[in-house]
């Protein structure tokens, strides 16, 4: 069974600081995406990389996926307030008809000024 | 486009009734499907469908029926509801096909749903 375990699953830090969020997945994939969820909110895609050495950058966050470490990261540099939200990796995996999506628990991140 | 929507927005439920949720989709999307999100644990899928007419189950499909008669329309039933359903549930709905590399699920905005 296909386990992805994020750490930290909370995050507390001062803006302006840099922090990496990784996200650990247990069988064979080549796709995992990252996706934001503001409180009460619903899921908003961010990044999705498709092969080994996938390096994606928007604005304050970069993403990477290394397949043979299966491992993923997201970079925060120079965290701003904007950025306090949950950020879930999912790891993609083919079923019998078609794919699915294995989600982490989630990082809450918050920002403090 | 209205991208994916989810009905009703909140609902609650008392043990062993039944409810319908219904979930839309306006991007001509084969695949859809079917999440609850709690606390600590992520989203895991309930049921999928990848067309019209078909529809298989996920990592936590008891307790929950589906049906996809309309392409654009992916259905979520409760038949006896349990204070263990409370939760929120969110439908997203993608391409799927592993030719479509980089396309993202999107999802809707959520049901939350207490079951008392």
């Known amino acids: 069974e296909l386990k992805v375990e994020q750490n930290p699953l909370f995050l507390s830090m001062q803006e302006g600081k840099n922090y990496t969020i990784y996200c650990n997945y247990s069988t064979t994939s080549d796709r995992l995406y990252w996706y934001r969820q503001d409180p009460g909110k619903s899921l908003e895609s961010l990044f999705v990389l498709l092969s080994n050495g996938a390096v994606k950058q928007e604005g304050r966050l970069m993403a990477s996926l290394d397949t043979k470490a299966r491992l993923s990261t997201l970079h925060i540099t120079a965290a701003v307030h904007d950025l306090s939200a949950t950020y879930f990796c999912a790891v993609d995996i083919y079923m019998e008809y078609g794919n699915k999506l294995v989600f982490g628990a989630g990082t809450i991140l918050r920002v403090k000024s | 486009n209205a991208g994916v929507t989810q009905t009703p927005k909140f609902r609650v439920l008392k043990t062993g009734q039944s409810m319908t949720l219904l979930c839309a989709q306006d991007m001509n999307h084969e695949y859809m499907y079917w999440y609850r999100q709690d606390p600590g644990m992520g989203l895991r899928l309930i049921h999928y469908?990848?067309?019209?007419?078909?529809?298989a189950k996920g990592e936590v499909p008891d307790g929950y029926n589906v049906s996809r008669l309309k392409k654009q329309n992916f259905l979520l039933g409760l038949e006896s509801a349990a204070p263990s359903q409370t939760s929120v549930y969110f439908c997203?709905?993608?391409?799927?096909?592993?030719?479509?590399?980089?396309?993202?699920?999107?999802f809707g905005p959520g049901t939350r749903l207490l079951v008392l």
């Open positions: 469908s990848v067309g019209e007419g078909t529809t």
């Open positions: 997203a709905s993608g391409k799927g096909d592993r030719a479509y590399l980089g396309e993202t699920q999107y």
